[in-house]
């Protein structure tokens, strides 16, 4: 290849893949993730029993859109957040196990119906 064209891989993390040499240029979107990140980045597995919980950390457990979210929250549907900061907003984790409680009992009780 060409110099210019190797430098410009290499400014933009751009490899063609070495089986195809006509396949067109893909770009590197990750990288190996430390020991220190992978355990950062865990999952959430167990909802917690107090505390606050994000909008990402609520929807592990009522997986629905932000929009249909944001509507039950308007339509009392799903419970009121809380500010905690002027661009922080979370929600109560007591107030979500009450939300999957009853919308258990909803769908417990439209099963025996």
Not at 32 to 38: F, L
Not at 58 to 67: A, L, M, N, T, Y
Request: with cysteine.
């Amino acid at each position: 290849m060409d110099f210019f064209i190797l430098m410009i891989l290499h400014l933009f993390d751009c490899k063609k893949p070495p089986e195809a040499p006509w396949a067109p240029m893909t770009r590197i979107t990750h990288k190996e993730k430390t020991p220190m990140q992978a355990s950062h980045n865990t999952t959430l597995l167990e909802l917690p029993v107090t505390g606050f919980l994000r909008f990402k950390d609520v929807q592990r457990f009522i997986p629905v859109s932000s929009s249909t979210w944001w509507k039950g929250v308007r339509e009392g549907i799903y419970p009121q957040p809380v500010r905690l900061s002027t661009r922080t907003t979370a929600w109560r984790a007591e107030d979500i196990h009450k939300l999957i409680n009853r919308l258990s009992n909803q769908a417990s009780n439209q099963g025996r119906q």
